[in-house]
């Protein structure tokens, strides 16, 4: 029987990042690009660089309906990369911005299960 430190364990926890390069030379292109960004946001990732989002999940099986999700979502044309992580590596990514080491980013306080 697994209890609660088990079932919220480092390793259970993940994260998923969304990584695109999408084209914009057109307006409809444009578009599409606008969209597939605020159907992540609207998902619930949150924006870490311009093309790379970033969402806290809570295991294999939120992953792949995370996947299935982004895959109807998808604009025409495109590269898009979708990686997942465990919550204790994505604590270990180096983070530098202006020339400065960032603090560790912290988890959400509260996880989402829908």
Known sequence: MSGPATFLSGYRL???LVMFD???DS????????DFRNFLLDEGFERSQFSIYARFINGKEAFE???RRIERALPAHG???IL????RQYRDIVHFSDQGR???RQNPSQLVLF
């Open 14 to 16: 993940m994260w998923i």
């Open 79 to 81: 590269d898009v990369q």
């Open 102 to 104: 960032r603090s560790v």
């Open 22 to 24: 999408l084209p914009t």
């Open 27 to 34: 307006k409809p292109q444009r578009k599409a690009a606008g």
């Open 84 to 87: 997942s992580m465990t919550d």
């Open 65 to 67: 309906t995370r996947i």
